[in-house]
């Protein structure tokens, strides 16, 4: 027997609504999704489309053995939506997942247009609806008004940091004769431009980021960057080194042009099938524009680089789960509302995107009075949940999915291969897990 009558909505358009929509309309349930695009923009969001990439268009690594890649895998036998996109609309990027960031938005807006049971109301909401199941999915840019209704809700303090982005350069204006394509180590094909530095090159290039202008925050902001995705600015002032070790490392490049490994080397990955575009890789800043060109142009290859999108610094909300959201990433305090994708405290598109798809099932069982399943701690899915219920309430920080979330592998097995076994035993509980939930989802909703 259903606990609603009316649709299920969802409060927030991007990768983690629109998965939590996928799966509720499996299942056989009525969704309103209501998205403020284009209505309204956050500072970070230019598309008006659907489940829009603000940030890189790379979805990280796509080996099973690498954490991120088996919960893709996971994904794609949970049958996500956002997973059958971006195998849908992949650009070359060696052993990482990356895609058209345009078609991979309309692929998803299409599917979900063509369910007769979503209704999408294009306006921005500033409260959660007084009845009926919610759930929230606005992401790490949620706006302002509906941010101070959420702190409202929970009584918690906001909880906020600043994550940053990095620029996209038009790929005509590289120049070639100065950068060689190669991805570390020769793996894959030759889907990176690499731009080599020798390490007086490099040198200056550190002294003009430390003393670079920024942006400035407002007087009331305080700067929380998370460690994952720190600004190229911010790690240069912690040591002449730590570029050179940190997302300008060059080990496992070789510049065939000289034979030897540069110092530095700055990647360039595509953003297009067509390699119109890149991104700086690793390369995300809160300077100032005029700042990004003129130091941006001192690398190699990029004196006359033009900027499709200049880097930035936005705002990410999320909640303190641990103490805020049960297993079932329901409101403790209110079993009605639902939360979903980053503002849960998960980092990073997949890690969102898994969020939504257990927010869409465990809504659809509840609206449906089953009971719910936990996704096993063995699996990628589940170790992130466990991480949202668990980590230490007063020092907690969003976090990627990553091998140390979950249970450890029994017996001694070399490093080399942990990553494998972590993937054969993840995929088998998986298996099992998915066995628990037959029979609610239906093929395809459209």
């Not at 005029?290 to 033009?306: D, V």
């Amino acid at each position: 027997m259903s606990m609603t009558e009316g649709p299920i909505t969802i409060v927030g358009g991007g990768l983690a609504g629109c998965e939590a929509a996928w799966q509720l309309l499996r299942r056989g349930h009525r969704v309103r999704l209501q998205e403020m695009k284009p209505e309204r923009f956050s500072p970070a969001h230019r598309s008006p489309l659907l489940a829009e990439l603000v940030c890189s268009n790379s979805l990280r690594s796509a080996a099973l053995e690498n954490a991120v890649g088996l919960l893709k895998e996971e994904l794609r036998r949970l049958g996500s939506l956002i997973m059958s996109a971006a195998d849908a609309t992949a650009v070359p990027a060696g052993k990482a997942l990356a895609v058209d960031r345009t078609a991979f938005s309309q692929f998803i807006e299409e599917r979900l247009r063509a369910c007769p049971d979503l209704e999408i109301i294009r306006s921005e909401a500033t409260s959660i609806p007084a009845t009926g199941l919610t759930i929230i999915a606005t992401g790490p840019l949620t706006s302002d008004a509906l941010a101070k209704t959420i702190s409202a809700l929970t009584g918690a303090e906001s909880l906020y940091f600043y994550d940053a982005i990095s620029p996209i350069i038009e790929g005509d204006s590289i120049d070639r004769t100065l950068v060689f394509a190669a991805s570390r180590y020769g793996h894959g094909a030759a889907d990176y431009l690499n731009c080599p530095m020798d390490q007086t090159t490099y040198e200056d290039f550190w002294k003009a980021l430390c003393g670079a202008e920024e942006v400035p925050l407002h007087a009331f902001e305080e700067m929380k960057c998370f460690e994952g995705c720190l600004p190229v600015e911010v790690i240069a002032r912690r040591g002449i080194d730590t570029l050179a070790h940190g997302p300008m490392k060059p080990v496992g490049l070789i510049d065939p042009r000289t034979g030897r490994q540069p110092h530095a080397v700055v990647q360039l990955r595509m953003e297009d099938r067509e390699g119109i575009l890149y991104n700086i890789v690793g390369f995300q800043t809160k300077l100032t524009w005029p700042e990004q060109k003129r130091i941006f142009r001192m690398i190699p290859g990029l004196a006359k680089a033009e900027f499709a999108r200049y880097g930035s610094v936005h705002r990410n909300t999320f909640l303190n789960a641990p103490t805020l959201l049960s297993p079932t990433l329901q409101l403790r305090s209110d079993p009605r509302i639902f939360f979903a994708g980053q503002i849960t405290g998960v980092e990073g598109y997949v890690e969102s995107v898994s969020m939504g798809l257990l927010a869409g099932i465990n809504a659809a069982r509840f609206a449906s009075g089953l009971r719910f399943i936990a996704p096993p701690p063995e699996t990628a899915i589940g170790s992130l949940l466990n991480h949202l219920q668990n980590a230490d309430r007063k020092t907690f920080q969003p976090m990627n999915v990553a091998f140390g979330l979950f249970p450890p592998l029994q017996g001694r097995i070399s490093k080399k291969f942990r990553g494998e076994h972590y993937a054969r035993r993840s995929l088998a509980a998986l298996g099992a897990w998915i066995g628990e939930l037959s029979g609610d989802p239906a093929p395809d909703p459209s």
